[in-house]
């Protein structure tokens, strides 16, 4: 289809008044198909699988985003207080860590309370999962799910059906303020094959009445695999583009590098990966439309997302209670520590201060929007994300691939390895299979040098190729030493 297709917005383009009124009523059909999606067909289906709490739960939230600050925390300090009193009383994990560290729920009177009590960590997960499980909820009331294990450590939980359908009402209000609404057409650049759907006669009536999406699997981007989805991009028209943040920013590369023309749609909703500012720029570049960031995970779903001021990312605050924490002190506001989440809906397996693996930091001032919703700064990053040097400072892998790495396009792809503090190793599938130039390895070091620290050791190993993670991530860095051994 051609230029005129490619969205509403291109309407006052078109020089033909015959055409402009057959858009427009095309486009009209459009969202009254979205409108019967949103009101007919979509609670029908959650009725069939008895989910009827999505609607309650996205009606809340709607009403709770704007509620001011002060009572967003007094929300959480209830919720809070009755997660762990249930926890205590039928969690045997939970009630004997506290009764040995002589801790009780009723020591919560405040939310920064909390900050006395045990960090979860994964190793907890995958060696007490079963004594986390609360003893009073019937097996048919919750869903057992796993993480992918991209981040070396696989875990499984259980959640309530509940808090699933808050879940999902939580991801629906975060999609709304990037304009997404039910229904509308959306097309996904996505990695996680277990989020692409099955290719089942169910599946794709599914995809027809209710998704109406378009996929393209970042685990298998070939040159013409990339054209081809950008080719489909402009028959499908999407609403929304939801996308790994850094594969969407390959493609729009090679889109652009390519000099194809690209589809422009209303927005686009990147997670899953870390958006860096250059990312950003050129995914907003080459498809013309604001960039929302969302921070999420598969343990407790949407946890953060940007609002229209894209100026850092408001909480799911009202099923998430999330701190900052350096060592055992809660972070300042702008300082970076890690991220610790209690889950407070989730009434099945409880999450209580359990230790994520990602870096952020808090933005205290109200945002402009008017959500009195709690603001992340930015979330930084895994943290393995994180290079330590032989000093102990910290650098972030998103700064060496922006600041050393991508100066030096001739290098080809990159990714940078640390397996103990003051050594680096960068992988390198040289352009083209040509020889890596002395003059780049050079650079290499005087950079490493000058940013990780004088004496860091700097190595070099070659490859054909450096692919994907099993997940679909393009990883970058990974570091194996942990940042909380420097950030105290
Ligand atoms: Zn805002």
């Known amino acids: 289809m051609g230029q005129a297709a490619a969205g509403p917005r291109r309407l006052s383009t078109c020089p033909s008044a015959a055409f402009e009124f057959a858009f427009a009523f095309e486009f009209s059909l459009v969202s009254l198909a979205s409108l019967a999606i949103r009101r007919i067909v979509h609670p029908l289906h959650l009725a069939h699988n008895g989910h009827y709490a999505q609607e309650r739960y996205l009606r809340e939230y709607e009403r709770t985003q704007y509620l001011p600050f002060e009572e967003v925390q007094r929300l959480q300090l209830r919720r809070l207080q009755k997660r762990l009193r249930h926890a205590y009383l039928h969690c045997r994990y939970y009630r004997e860590q506290w009764d040995q560290a002589g801790l009780h729920p009723d020591d919560i009177q405040r939310l920064d309370d909390l900050a006395s009590f045990p960090i979860l960590t994964k190793a907890d997960i995958q060696r007490d999962r079963d004594a986390m499980i609360a003893d009073d909820m019937p097996a048919s009331s919750m869903r057992l799910d796993h993480t992918g294990g991209s981040t070396g450590a696989p875990i499984s939980y259980y959640q309530s059906w509940d808090v699933h359908c808050s879940r999902m009402a939580a991801t629906r209000r975060h999609d709304r303020w990037a304009g997404y609404q039910l229904g509308d057409r959306s097309a996904w650049v996505w990695g996680a094959p277990r989020d692409l759907p099955p290719d089942t006669f169910k599946s794709r009536l ?226 083209d299979g040509a020889p890596t130039s002395s003059a780049d390895l050079d650079f290499l070091r005087t950079s490493t040098a000058k940013y990780v620290g004088a004496g860091t050791e700097t190595r070099f190993e070659f490859v054909d190729e450096l692919k994907p993670e099993p997940s679909g991530k393009f990883i970058f860095c990974r570091s194996t030493v942990d940042p909380a051994l420097v950030a105290q």
Not at 299 to 318: F, P
Not at 325 to 334: E, I, L, Q, S
Not at 381 to 405: E, H, K, N
């Open 206 to 431: 599914r995809r027809k009445l209710i998704d109406r999406t378009l996929y393209l699997d970042t685990a298998h981007f070939t040159a013409g695999r990339m054209e081809a989805f950008s080719a489909r991009l402009r028959e499908h028209r999407p609403k929304v583009i939801f996308a790994y943040a850094r594969a969407l920013a390959h493609l729009a590369g090679h889109l652009r590098e390519a000099g194809l023309e690209v589809y422009r749609p209303a927005s686009i909703i990147t997670s899953a990966e870390m958006l860096s500012d250059d990312d950003r720029a050129v995914i907003q570049q080459v498809f013309q439309c604001p960039v929302f960031n969302r921070y999420g995970c598969r343990e407790v779903g949407v946890i953060a997302s940007e609002c229209q001021e894209h100026a850092g990312l408001h909480t799911m605050a009202e099923g998430l209670y999330i701190e900052v924490v350096v060592g055992d002190r809660p972070a300042r506001p702008g300082e970076l520590g890690k991220i610790l989440i209690t889950d407070l809906l989730n009434f099945a397996m409880p999450l209580i201060r359990y230790e994520i693996g990602d870096m952020g930091c808090w933005d205290p001032a109200p945002c402009p929007c008017g959500r009195g919703l709690p603001r992340l700064k930015g979330v930084a990053g895994r943290v393995t994300d994180f290079v330590v040097g032989p000093d102990g400072r910290l650098v972030s892998g998103v700064f060496l691939a922006t600041y050393v790495v991508a100066k030096r396009p001739t290098l080809g792809q990159v990714q940078i390895w640390q397996t103990a503090p003051g050594t680096l190793t960068y992988k390198i599938a040289p352009r």
